[in-house]
């Protein structure tokens, strides 16, 4: 389809109204120097990004991309601060004028009394089959994993989706109260860095991001405001987390997968029961 009427502007601008009739946003100060970045020369794409904190998230940022007519990609992602047990929000859009690939989600908690969100979604988007192995345990049973034939339509059940998803998320974060047991504090603060520490690494988005933008603003994109945190939230490395990858020479093995892809199918039953094996 004609791309020049899709955009994911309204997705950020209905989150960011629905969360400041909730709290009170400030800017992020460590990540607002990205907030003018420009495509390489002789590139049409305009980039467009923002970051906030408020005192239950420790950092909302989202990162949208539109390059003419050949594609539209949101990146947003919501981190909470390792005091609140609440789950990242995350939802990840790339679609070009044919496809579109779809990832909406909360990592792990919570998801029990979701599960009906979850069931209305899945019919539909189908599950969009083979995926990097290593992702799912990112994922929880209300994952929107899918893909399918860019279309106005599908874009409009795609705004539904997320707005449902994000005022759930938004009435978990209501509900959450300020953790003091500690050690379920560094529990939840490394979970966060452990997922921060995977995307920042092996992040399906990357190689489109340098190609944009050139290496280095990528790479300093990618570490220090999408996935901002994953150099201050703790001292592990990637190989610490994730020692599979490690490479004879003591490096990080390029490889997106050591395992390959897998899940054909959506890997959890109605109840959230992971039947993945
Ligand atoms: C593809 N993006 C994908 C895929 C997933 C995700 C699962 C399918 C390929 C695969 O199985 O790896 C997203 N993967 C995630 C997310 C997590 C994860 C959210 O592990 C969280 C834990 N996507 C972006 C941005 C761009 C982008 C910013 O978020 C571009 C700037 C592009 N995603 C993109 C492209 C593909 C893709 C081009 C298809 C190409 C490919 O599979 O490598």
Known sequence: ??????????????????????????????????????????????????????????L????????????????????????????????????????????????????????????KYAELFPWGGKITSESMKFFSPIVIWTTFSTSRDKHDDLYSAFVDYYKAWLELMDEAVEEKDVPQILHNREAQHKYLTWRAEKDPGYPLLKKLVG?????DLVRNFLFEGVDTLGTNTFLDYFPEYRCEDGGVNQKRSMIGKSYETRPWDAKGEFTGG
């Open 1 to 58: 389809m004609d791309l020049s009427g899709l955009s994911f502007q309204k997705f950020v601008d209905f989150a960011l109204d629905h969360t400041r009739l909730r709290t009170t946003l400030t800017p992020h100060l460590p990540s607002q120097k990205f907030k003018s970045i420009k495509a390489k020369d002789g590139n049409k794409a305009v980039l467009t990004a923002l970051s906030f904190q408020s005192p239950k998230i420790r």
């Open 60 to 119: 909302l940022r989202s990162l949208a991309i539109a390059d003419d007519n050949a594609m539209r990609v949101l990146d947003f992602g919501v981190f909470p601060e390792p005091e609140y047990d609440l789950p990242i929000f995350c939802a990840n859009f790339f679609a070009t004028a044919s496809r579109s690939i779809v990832v909406l989600d909360y990592k792990e908690k919570y998801f029990k009394k979701l599960m009906p969100l979850g069931q």
């Open 215 to 219: 290496e280095s603003l990528a790479k």
